[in-house]
């Protein structure tokens, strides 16, 4: 049970260039999200998703895009990389969207953008 | 979203217990307070949860007052490794089920 996974670890673009950030959990959870995290800052929570096939937007979704075509993965898209994206990227995963579940974190991806 | 306001740092001794406090005036009935912490270069884990009665596991307790705006995460005897940032947040319940994080507590445990 390897829990939340995210790849890659660090990654460094150029401004105006597109990635995925991949984020995949092996606990059938049904909540995914992701956030971002700025030097010295709390996390903002960009997207987040209650199950496969509905997505919906954070405090933070402009220059992100999601899907959710899988229980298990929950990658976060780039469209033209600015360097305002320079962060770390965090996944999170629960049981389902209740009060009461536990949200349980990749470890993060440094995306640096030049 | 519900907001939680708490203190940006906090000192403790090393082995005497910690109280990190929390305010949640906006509150709602639904809402369920949780704590976690981040330690240096790694993502936030899980500490503790709850939404009325004071609540207790193996890494801490949770104080919730009787009104629900405020709450305290107590640790019992802290340890350098307990250094961390600290954060209380409401997670809504229902359709989006989001987790709103603060600034959180900057938490400093000394020898």
């Known amino acids: 049970n390897a829990g939340v996974t995210q790849t890659p670890k660090f990654q460094v673009l150029k401004t105006g260039q597109s990635m995925t950030l991949q984020c995949a959990q092996d606990m059938n959870h049904e909540y995914m999200s992701w956030y971002r995290q700025d030097p010295g800052m709390g996390l903002r929570l960009i997207h987040y998703?209650?199950?496969?096939?509905?997505?919906d937007q954070g405090e933070v979704p402009n220059g992100y895009n999601v899907s959710r075509s899988t229980t298990e993965d929950f990658p976060l898209r780039l469209l033209s990389a600015a360097p305002s994206q320079t962060s770390v990227y965090f996944c999170?995963?629960?049981?389902?969207?209740?009060?009461?579940?536990?949200?349980?974190f990749g470890p993060g991806t440094r995306l640096t953008v030049l | 979203d519900a907001k939680t306001t708490q203190p940006n740092s906090m000192e403790s001794n090393e082995e005497e217990p910690v109280h990190l406090p929390c305010n949640h005036s906006t509150i709602s009935g639904t809402d369920y307070i949780h704590w976690y912490r981040q330690l240096p270069s790694q993502g936030p884990e899980y500490v503790i949860h709850?939404?009325?009665s004071n609540v207790n596991n193996r890494m801490a307790s949770l104080a919730i007052a009787e009104d629900r705006k405020s709450s305290t995460l107590i640790l019992h005897r802290a340890t350098l490794r307990d250094a961390a940032v600290y954060y209380c947040i409401l997670r809504e319940s229902g359709n989006t089920g989001k987790l709103i994080f603060g600034q959180g507590t900057t938490l400093q445990v000394k020898p």
């Open positions: 998703s209650v199950g496969a096939g509905i997505t």
């Open positions: 999170a995963s629960s049981p389902r969207s209740a009060g009461g579940d536990t949200q349980y």
């Open positions: 709850g939404l009325t």
